[in-house]
Nanobody, 122 residues
Framework: QVQLVESGGGTVQAGGSLTLSCAAS????????MGWFRQAPGKEREFVAAVSWPGGSTNYRSGAKERFTISRDNVKNTVTLQLDRLTPEDTAVYYCAARREISPTSTGYVDWGQGTQVTVSS
């Protein structure tokens, strides 16, 4: 099991940017893909993006690739989600998660952080 801690959330105006970071308590295992999910008020949790182990392959929800960028640093043991051109619809708690496989799919994540709040004002 990997312990994950998210940071970087906050409040930003529409059109602004935020950088979310996820720090793992242990070095990512070779088979661990990493992903980001979010849950907006009154909405179900949804997949946002994922990156394979050791990196190089990514997967984004429809429409996210143009505004969001996921990356990982296997030396620092962190994964980052860059959020650009944010809209009020992006308001949600964002969660970091680990999948015990190398492929950046949208399902199968077993280790989760507590989340970081992103609020986008109109």
């Amino acid at each position: 099991q990997v312990q994950l801690v998210e940071s970087g959330g906050g409040t930003v105006q529409a059109g602004g940017s935020l950088t979310l970071s996820c720090a793992a308590s242990r070095r990512a295992l070779p088979s661990y893909a990493m992903g980001w999910f979010r849950q907006a008020p009154g909405k179900e949790r949804e997949f946002v993006a994922a990156v394979s182990w050791p990196g190089g392959s990514t997967n984004y929800r429809s429409g996210a690739k143009e505004r969001f960028t996921i990356s990982r640093d296997n030396v620092k043991n962190t994964v980052t989600l860059q959020l650009d051109r944010l809209t009020p619809e992006d308001t949600a708690v964002y969660y970091c998660a680990a999948r015990r496989e190398i492929s950046p799919t949208s399902t199968g994540y077993v280790d989760w952080g507590q989340g970081t709040q992103v609020t986008v004002s109109s």
